[in-house]
């Protein structure tokens, strides 16, 4: 027998509000929240704006520890889990702890912090043998990525397996499928899932101009973030976390829970092509998506939304047009697709599961959000691409698919309580 | 192809890059004769560091492996996995060409530090001379899932590709989620982890671990289960493994050098030792659960063996309380003392070595350890014949995960 799993709560920090009601707020009104960045003087760099969290960490409770030592991606995700913990009434007291599992991406993890002791030790770059007095003797929290899936297990008692993702920017696509999988395959019943990255540094801004990959529009930077628009220009760095719980439908069903929507498929698969590039023909992210509808044994007629990757270069918004266009066949021009990017900028690890939280309250809404700043058709790009404003309309199947850094592929699939055909 | 036929997870090669040999074979001579290369640290940048000693892969040459191309878009933990893949392909007999089947093929690896070198060269080219000196490559060789993405571009390899950024029990749990992804129908699965943490900044990063030990004597410095026990000692290099559906490894003619047979991993909190007792023991109650496997199947057990006395003392613990009275009879091995922790490489390291005991018959030493104060039966001194169809390979790690995975030899009969 199958084991389904549903959807019970979600939690959020995004630029532009914590909480998923802030985050649903700018979405729906389709306002943007990318910026001159305030997180670093930015002078000297090719791109100098992105979308930051206004995210202050003595107003969520965290404790004292975690308020004044974690890494702000930490943070980030311990408060986002926090809220889906919340939301999902899940009461921790009451589960078998070795049932209860942890998956969490992130691209970048620490580096933030890293290369904020980094300036230390080396005396501004001077030496390559540097100083250990100098660093902070918490350094290793940040050099390890695992921290990222072991602070957020240890502040809500799971003790199943807790794993830390690093797809690249899939990394939060990946981490709530790798959770879907452990629930389907009976390893856990519960899985506190998501994504959190702060890569709003120097060293990071500095690595994505070096490839021009980043927008460099710092004089408008409110209108900077233009994914499927013919003036695009790269993408705008942004930072967050977002988090699912995910639970085995019965469980959730036993003690009463409210179910949000089902995960109903993920799948992932390699380019094989190049580290940074993509193809114009989207073949292996349409394997992803057919792979998630056969899962669901659902027919391609019946998507309803597809949020894309949508990053607002060149490459990945032809990519990914032909990708769904190539799975979903004449249906592609009848589906609305739009990139939350366009608002919330590119969180690196953590966008897949912002975006995955942003399908579930599209869902519950029953409203698709747009792609902002969208203005320009470009010739390449002729899908809907939902320009500027919220739509209304049913959905019941949505699809989730993202691109990352090295390759990777990624599709997740979510059904609604109304849209299960099997 | 295969579908009526059940698919389980085969190990079809082995690749190995670590301090105690290159290469399956090399690797196999020292941990049988219970070799130990722990050193003093020769990494430029490092000897003033209160971190000594550590296992370092010397004469170590990845041009002999790897096009030119590919090495300088890379970090020095990515060259090992790189390197350590066309091994394991090679000994699958698989080559290193395009599949004919790109899909069927994926990659998932284990991450623990990234490509720190090449990290902290680039962040000396930003803070040093300005942020136009920052080169194209630093986006794509520092972050954890650049050797999947390497090794899946260089080998044509489109199937599902994957990357647990995690502390050293993520190396079992890379290969379970490869047999994972055989048993949901990808054919083959290149899977381990390699790290290279000994780089200058990299080695501040890990000053802070409770855990490490800065004893300067290179045998006395990493001795678990001995009242001597003052931490471990860190490595580098890994082992990258073919994990391949058993029919598909047959029906080419392949060698199935062993089974996955089962895992679990479970967590028990960042240094919380002694918490691990339970975590750990219910960890191998649960690969023993997925193996079909009575505990007194066990005929080896690859010990974690972190060298902390808390966490020695949890393990021989956990073993006795998963295993009842076979824990105190089975023999258990700790190669890794010879050569160090090399992080998420090490128990894909052990698990190599597991699968080449049960073929050669002999459970390999622990190096530098000879007087234990737990009740095991701990390997010490030179190898111990014996007839070995099934291990288990025990991993912890310093953020708190704790896995066991289960391994059976390849020539036994379907269980």
Redesign the interface.
């Known amino acids: 027998m199958t084991r389904r799993v549903a959807v019970t709560g979600i939690g959020v920090v995004a630029p532009g509000g914590t909480g998923a009601t802030a985050f649903w707020d700018l979405l729906s009104n389709g306002r943007t929240a990318t910026r001159g960045i305030t997180l670093f003087d930015p002078a ?2 090719r791109s100098r704006i992105a979308a930051e969290c206004d995210f202050d960490p003595l107003a969520h409770g965290l404790d004292p520890e975690l308020r004044d030592h974690a890494d702000r991606y930490i943070q980030f995700a311990v408060v986002a889990a926090g809220e889906a913990v919340r939301d999902s009434g899940l009461d921790s007291g009451r589960e078998d702890p ?1 049932r209860v599992a ?1 998956s969490l991406g ?4 620490g ?1 933030t912090r ?2 904020h002791d ?2 230390q ?2 005396e ?3 030496r ?3 100083d ?1 007095r100098a ?13 990222l ?2 602070v957020v ?2 502040q809500f008692g ?11 920017c899939t990394s939060g696509l ?1 981490a709530v499928g ?1 959770a879907f ?1 452990t629930i389907e ?1 009976g ?1 856990a019943d519960v899985c506190i899932a998501g994504a959190s990255d702060s890569p709003i540094s ?2 990071t ?7 021009k ?1 980043t927008s460099p529009n710092n004089d408008d930077p409110e209108h900077a973030s233009r994914p499927f628009d013919a003036n695009r220009n790269g993408f705008v760095m942004g930072e967050g976390a977002a988090v699912l719980v995910l639970e085995e439908y019965e469980h959730a069903r036993a003690r009463g829970a409210e179910i949000y929507c089902e995960i109903s498929g993920y ?10 590039g993509l193809t114009s023909e989207g073949l ?1 992210m349409a ?1 992803a998506i057919d792979t998630t509808l056969d899962q669901a044994r659902l027919d391609p007629t019946l998507i309803d939304y597809v949020n894309a990757h949508g990053s607002g270069t060149r490459q990945n918004d032809r990519h990914e047009t032909a990708a769904v266009k190539r799975s979903l066949g004449d249906h592609a021009y009848e589906t609305p697709m739009s990139s939350i990017k366009s608002m919330v900028g590119h969180s690196l690890g953590a966008i897949g599961a912002i975006e995955v939280v942003a399908c579930v309250l599209a869902l519950q809404h029953q409203v698709v959000p747009p792609t902002a700043n969208y203005e320009t058709p470009d010739p390449e790009c002729d899908l809907d691409y939902v320009p500027r404003t919220a739509r209304p309309r049913k959905l019941r199947n949505v699809l989730s698919v993202g691109s ?5 592929q990624s599709a997740v699939l979510l059904t609604g309580p109304d849209g299960r055909t099997r | 192809m295969s579908t009526q036929r059940p698919r389980r997870a085969a190990i079809t090669g082995i690749g190995v890059i670590a301090p105690n040999g290159l290469r399956a074979d090399a690797y196999w001579k020292s941990v049988k004769e219970g070799l130990g290369v722990l050193d003093r640290i020769t990494r430029e940048g490092c000897d003033h560091l209160p971190l000594r000693v550590a296992g370092e892969v010397r004469a170590f040459d990845a041009a002999d492996l790897i096009e030119e191309r590919f090495l300088v878009q890379t970090d020095r933990f990515s060259h090992f996995a790189m390197a350590a893949t066309v091994l394991a392909l090679d000994d699958a007999g698989l080559g290193s060409g395009d599949p004919a089947e790109p899909y069927d093929i994926g990659v998932v690896t284990a991450a623990g530090s990234g490509g720190g070198e090449f990290g902290q060269r680039e962040l000396q080219k930003l803070w040093g001379q300005g942020s136009r000196f920052v080169g194209p490559y630093q986006s794509i060789a520092w972050f954890y899932a650049a050797s999947t993405g390497q090794i899946s571009i260089r080998g044509g390899f489109k199937g599902p590709c994957g990357v647990v950024a995690s502390d050293e029990a993520g190396g079992l749990d890379a290969i379970a989620h490869a047999a994972r992804g055989v048993r949901r129908g990808t054919g083959a699965l290149l899977v381990g982890a390699a790290e290279a943490p000994l780089a200058p900044y990299s080695m501040v990063c890990q000053l802070g671990y409770p855990e490490l030990s800065t004893v300067e004597e290179p045998d006395r410095a990493y001795r678990p289960f001995t009242a001597g026990a003052c931490g471990f000692v860190p490595a580098e290099g890994g082992a990258m493994l073919v994990v391949e559906d058993e029919n598909r490894a047959r029906d080419r003619g392949a060698a199935v050098r062993a089974m996955v047979a089962g895992h679990s991993a479970t967590f028990t909190g960042a240094s919380r030792w002694e918490r691990s007792r339970e975590g750990l023991a219910h960890a191998i109650r649960g690969a023993l659960d997925e193996a079909g496997c009575a505990p007194e199947e066990i005929d080896v057990v690859f010990a974690d063996a972190l060298g902390v006395p808390e966490a020695d003392r949890a393990e021989a613990l956990a073993i006795a309380d998963a295993l009842g009275a076979h824990g105190t009879r089975v023999p258990v091995t700790a190669p890794k003392t010879g050569m160090g922790r090399a992080y998420c490489g090490a128990p894909v390291l052990d698990t190599a070595a597991a699968v080449l005991a049960m073929e050669h018959g002999q459970v390999p030493p622990t190096p530098n350890v000879f007087d234990i104060c737990h009740d095991l039966d701990l390997v010490m001194s030179r190898a111990r014949p014996a007839e070995l169809h099934t291990a288990l390979v025990l991993s912890r790690g310093l953020m708190g995960s704790n896995a066991a995975l289960v391994v059976r030899r390849g020539g036994d009969s379907a269980r």
Request: proline content about 5%.
């Open positions: 000297g760099l070795w942890v992130s691209a970048v993890g580096t890293l290369e980094y300036v030790v080396s501004h770059g001077r390559w043998d540097v250990h660093a902070d003797p918490k350094l290793h929290l940040a050099f390890a990525p695992s921290t899936a072991s297990a240890e799971a003790q199943g397996p807790v794993q830390t993702v690093s797809t690249g990946d790798y999988q395959e390893r120097p060293i801004m500095a690595c994505f101009d070096a490839i990959a799948a992932t698969y390699g380019n094989a092509y190049h580290m940074t292996e394997r990352g850094f090295g390759g990777f």
